[in-house]
């Protein structure tokens, strides 16, 4: 009898967890730490530190982004006692501030970027807010503003939220300078609203287009800017849905996505629609409930993916990122090896040079001239719960040294209808390294899985820097079986391009 060959579209689809996996026709694969990349799963890149660790190697407690009227950006990071500086030049950091913070595990900080004023404003709600205007050291910012959790900026207009003004602590205020001065919070256009139509605290506040996006615990709201004396007017436009943690939101193409007590969400300012069908079943089963806040989103454009940072039950930290691909409304999954605080996207300030790598060509895990190593592309920076700081490196596979484990599992395949037994005899992989490819298969839906050796009993294919065709062989009698292609080895990556089951 001849082989039968399982037609197989490579799967760049996404996790499900709505869909059990013993509906075989609908179960779709599982990527964990790899993601889609121009026609092919590839093992997901790695992450490098950028400087040394804060004084006292104390956690990382947010970034900031300062971009003045010149063009020119600075990079800064605040830790629970102090705030530094990224000096490019020679990757170090610089400590400006002239107090000693005293924050808490969970007192991050906010900044708010004010490019008309070229100034940069820190709040973490335990200190008057500060000012930094790209050199020298923060000083206070001036108009005795009240102390605040959050910030943003809608032109012309500095706001903050959840305020102490040393008398009363509103968790529903909103306050706003005079126009066009952060530095004047008594007279002219300044003034303040208490957002109360619903009586959930205030959990953040950010720019959404034209609008003041208000995130509550249970309701959402809107700061439209109108003519004076109003200056702003707020509007309740959804209840029952709101913010679960301070940070867990991101801003793409003019939409929000953010993080409910038991979904996803996008909000363009008016309709707000789900997007976590797929995972919040397994996300909410296992988050941590008594360490919400320390969950936060990113946008990572270049790849227009949001990515959620995940602590379940069992960490301190978030040890998972859930990433959104809202072009596909796909979700991907991985792990974090180093516990990560906080994190910003900001700018690279040169492109990447052949020096800057090492190996051969063939080695290499980046496009050449791509959008990711060219000057003016975005790069990932991530703060950990040790003082250091890492940036996203397209060059590597591992994560400041420790080694990255990316698997590809597929579906469950049978023969000719469910619970029909066939025989099982040959898989034909099409993928490219450089690294190696373990490939093993389980027939009871991923609860064992058993190594299929290559050729000579190797437990793994040695793969090169070009697309081949490997092929396996096996003989297993099964209803059903999966497949999964992995690799854990430290400096090593695999990229899948197509695979084939026989029976």
Not at 23 to 30: C, N, T, W
Not at 303 to 332: A, C, H, M, R
Not at 349 to 370: A, E, F, K, P
Not at 377 to 394: N, P, Q, V, W
């Amino acid at each position: 009898m001849p082989l039968l060959r399982k037609g197989v579209l490579l799967p760049a689809k996404g996790v499900n967890f709505a869909i059990p996996s013993t509906f075989v026709e609908d179960q779709q694969a599982f990527a964990e730490n790899m993601r889609y990349d121009k026609g092919l799963m590839r093992k997901r890149p790695g992450k490098t530190t950028v400087g040394a660790q804060t004084p006292n190697s104390d956690q990382i407690m947010g970034y900031g982004l300062l971009q003045l009227s010149s063009g020119t950006k600075h990079l800064v990071r605040a830790s629970k006692r102090v705030i530094q500086r990224l000096i490019t030049a020679s990757n170090t950091w610089e400590t400006i501030s002239i107090v000693t913070f005293t924050s808490g595990d969970e007192d991050f900080f906010s900044f708010i970027s004010v490019p008309e004023e070229n100034r940069l404003i820190s709040i973490n709600y335990k200190e008057a807010p500060y000012k930094w205007g790209g050199s020298g050291n923060q000083v206070l910012l001036g108009g005795s503003p009240p102390k605040a959790k959050y910030g943003a900026y809608l032109t012309p207009y500095t706001l903050l939220a959840y305020t102490d003004d040393g008398t009363t602590v509103e968790p529903w205020r909103i306050a706003w300078g005079d126009t066009n001065n952060s530095e004047v919070w008594t007279g002219g256009n300044s003034g303040e609203a208490l957002v109360t139509d619903e009586p959930s605290i205030i959990q953040n506040i950010a720019k959404l287009n034209e609008f003041a996006a208000v995130y509550k615990k249970d309701s959402l709201v809107v700061g439209i800017k109108a003519d004076p004396p109003d200056v702003f007017r707020f509007e309740t436009v959804k209840t029952g849905i709101g913010l679960a943690a301070p940070r867990a939101y991101a801003d793409a193409e003019g939409q929000h996505y953010f993080m409910s007590r038991n979904d996803f969400h996008v909000w363009n300012g008016v309709r707000v629609d789900s997007i976590g069908a797929a995972v919040r079943e397994h996300i909410f089963g296992r988050i941590s409930t008594s360490k919400l806040a320390r969950c936060f989103a990113l946008h990572v454009q270049e790849q227009s993916e949001i990515w959620f940072f995940i602590l379940t039950s069992s960490d301190t930290w978030p040890s998972e990122v859930w990433k959104y691909n809202y072009k596909f409304g796909f979700w991907y999954y991985d792990t974090i090896a180093i516990s990560i605080t906080a994190g910003i996207k900001w700018e690279r300030t040169s492109s990447l040079t052949w020096n800057d790598l090492t190996g051969t060509w063939d080695q290499q895990q980046v496009t050449w001239d791509g959008y990711s190593t060219a000057s003016g592309s975005e790069e990932i920076m991530l703060g950990t719960s040790t003082g250091l700081s890492a940036k996203l490196d397209y060059t590597l596979t591992n994560d400041q040294g420790s080694t990255v484990a990316a698997a590809f599992i597929s579906k469950d395949f049978s023969a000719d209808g469910y619970e029909l037994g066939a025989r099982w005899l040959r898989l034909d992989i099409w993928a490219k390294g450089p690294g190696k490819i373990y490939v093993d298969y389980s027939t009871n839906y991923g609860s064992n899985w058993v190594n299929i050796p290559y050729q000579s009993a190797q437990a793994y294919a040695d793969l090169t820097g070009v697309i081949a065709k490997y092929e396996w062989y096996f003989d297993i009698w099964a209803e059903r079986v999966r497949f999964r292609m992995r690799n854990a080895e430290s400096n090593e990556t695999f990229y899948l391009q197509q695979f084939y089951p026989y029976y």
